[in-house]
């Protein structure tokens, strides 16, 4: 149990990160060009309507000020007060949340339900025909823009075929399901790409271990090899990088959203960066860094859970 302590010291290791990403896009957003008070009045806006704005959100006040308001709002539990929706940035983002959470999960199962099987033929038929399509076919993935793929993925299976949505969420269950399944897919399709090469390079070095050989000469069957023992090791590597590559999905939900115009997160982040809504670029990018630690703490505990020879 003690090799699962440092649980209880990492979110203290990673505060120094959060704080820097605060600073960060502070900084960014303050240095883009416009005033904010400015596009929400609109061309007709007078200075007397901007100052009061203004001083309604506290933009008149120093950068450094407006950036202690600014953490003293978090410790509170709060992210501002949107300047253009005109409500709390944590309720927009709390609605905005649920599309992004199942278009990220349904990316990860779909391209582990992709890289898993190639991955594997490609590794048990080493140097043959089936080896060298799906490594081709990896390296090709590895090349493809993610608004490219998208608007191939529409054209194929929603304006061709018909079968699927060309964009938007749905009301139920099963039609958020109909809908996210090409978002989904076109993220797969991009990173089940990287795993499949990765898990397949792992695989094939497990496969030369002593480990193995011994267990072929006690008379083991090459699918109990695989299985019980090749598998689970292989795994290790392929589980951080998908923790790593999950952070640049959750980056790269921005792309995807704004495509097939789902209501997440990453289609918010576009609007507010737009027209300049510093608090819900700030509360949006703060909970995509929250999401991408929490994703690599959880993928080191599976990778202590998997090799007791690893210690964090």
């Not at 193995?212 to 951080?240: K, Q």
């Amino acid at each position: 149990m003690h090799r699962y302590l440092f649980v209880l010291w990492r979110p203290v290791q990673l505060l120094p990160v959060l704080f820097g990403i605060s600073v960060l896009v502070f900084a960014m957003m303050r240095a883009i060009p416009g005033d904010p008070a400015r596009m929400l009045l609109g061309v007709r806006s007078t200075p007397e309507a901007i100052a009061r704005i203004r001083a309604q959100f506290g933009l008149d006040e120093p950068l450094w000020l407006q950036y202690v308001y600014f953490v003293r709002n978090l410790m509170h539990g709060e992210m501002g007060k949107s300047i253009i929706y005109r409500v709390d940035t944590l309720k927009l983002v709390d609605a905005r949340l649920p599309p992004t959470v199942l278009l990220v999960a349904g990316s990860v199962l779909l391209a582990v339900m992709i890289a898993l099987p190639l991955a594997t033929g490609a590794a048990r038929h080493r140097g043959r025909v089936l080896d060298h399509l799906i490594r081709l076919v990896s390296t090709i993935g590895l090349g493809l823009p993610a608004f490219w793929l998208a608007i191939m993925v529409i054209l194929l299976f929603s304006v061709s075929l018909g079968w699927f949505p060309v964009s938007g969420y749905g009301s139920d269950w099963l039609e958020r399901l109909h809908h996210l399944f090409l978002p989904c897919l076109t993220v797969a399709l991009a990173l089940s790409a990287v795993l499949t090469r990765n898990l397949r390079a792992s695989l094939l070095t497990e496969l030369q271990s002593d480990y193995v050989t011994a267990a072929r000469a006690r008379g083991a069957s090459e699918n109990r090899i695989f299985w019980r023992h090749v598998m689970p090791n292989s795994l290790i590597p392929t589980i951080n990088l998908l923790a790593v590559n999950i952070g640049w999905l959750i980056g790269g939900s921005v792309v995807i959203e704004t495509v097939f115009a789902i209501p997440g997160l990453g289609q918010l982040l576009v609007k507010a960066i737009v027209s300049r809504d510093y608090m819900v670029v700030q509360g949006v990018v703060l909970v995509f860094a929250l999401a991408t630690v929490a994703v690599n703490l959880l993928a080191d505990l599976l990778t202590v859970a998997l090799d007791p020879r690893v210690k964090p």
